[in-house]
T-cell receptor, first 111, second 113 residues
Framework: GENVEQHPSTLSVQEGDSAVIKCTYSDSASNYFPWYKQELGKRPQLIIDIRSNVGEKKDQRIAVTLNKTAKHFSLHITETQPEDSAVYFCAASRGGTALIFGKGTTLSVSS | NAGVTQTPKFQVLKTGQSMTLQCAQDMNHEYMSWYRQDPGMGLRLIHYSVGAGITDQGEVPNGYNVSRSTTEDFPLRLLSAAPSQTSVYFC????????????FGDGTRLSIL
């Protein structure tokens, strides 16, 4: 089955800096790669997703890149703000299968 | 449109007790799943269902049972609770299985003494 590795487990940045979180996946047939943000005590919420027919997707300060050959994908947050502080999860799946998550990255943005 | 509703929000059990965590969605989603979240372990898949009458095991199914008699409901049963099952449990749903955004419930915080 699918296995998703996520790094780093913790990340501390200064406000205004960029943050990058990286994930690798094992199943070459996976074609859907979402990213979720979870604030303390809340449910995970989708912030951006990418499908295997696209190499990069951007939404304001957030971007995701996908390298199918290397089987890895990354989340990029630019101009970080204190409200970006949260736990971020990457995940992977293919049609008809369950979504498998990485172990998460705790991002701390200090002002 | 309530989305995904989980009950209860909090529960304390004694070792060996049984209970059912409820999950209901009103979006006519075919796919539903259960995850447990433990510190440093991320979200681990317990069981999932691609439609009414169909269920399958995830990464950590031992100690849990599920059934899917209707499209709307996907209850998770703990037959004999153990302290290792202390966790936060999330139910999620999507239109179909696989490459679709998952909608999560608010979670159930379960403590086993």
């Amino acid at each position: 089955g699918e296995n998703v590795e996520q790094h780093p487990s913790t990340l501390s940045v200064q406000e205004g800096d960029s943050a990058v979180i990286k994930c690798t996946y094992s199943d070459s047939a996976s074609n859907y790669f979402p990213w979720y943000k979870q604030e303390l005590g809340k449910r995970p919420q989708l912030i951006i997703d990418i499908r295997s027919n696209v190499g990069e997707k951007k939404d304001q300060r957030i971007a995701v890149t996908l390298n199918k050959t290397a089987k890895h994908f990354s989340l990029h947050i630019t101009e970080t703000q204190p409200e970006d502080s949260a736990v971020y999860f990457c995940a992977a799946s293919r049609g008809g299968t369950a979504l498998i998550f990485g172990k998460g990255t705790t991002l701390s943005v200090s002002s | 449109n309530a989305g995904v509703t989980q009950t209860p929000k909090f529960q304390v059990l004694k070792t060996g007790q049984s209970m059912t965590l409820q999950c209901a969605q009103d979006m006519n989603h075919e796919y539903m799943s259960w995850y447990r979240q433990d510190p440093g372990m991320g979200l681990r898949l317990i069981h999932y269902s691609v439609g009414a009458g169909i269920t399958d095991q995830g990464e950590v199914p031992n100690g849990y049972n599920v059934s899917r008699s209707t499209t709307e409901d996907f209850p998770l049963r703990l037959l004999s609770a153990a302290p290792s099952q202390t966790s936060v449990y999330f139910c999620a749903s999507s239109r179909v299985a696989g490459n679709q955004p998952q909608h999560f419930g608010d979670g159930t915080r379960l403590s086993i003494l």
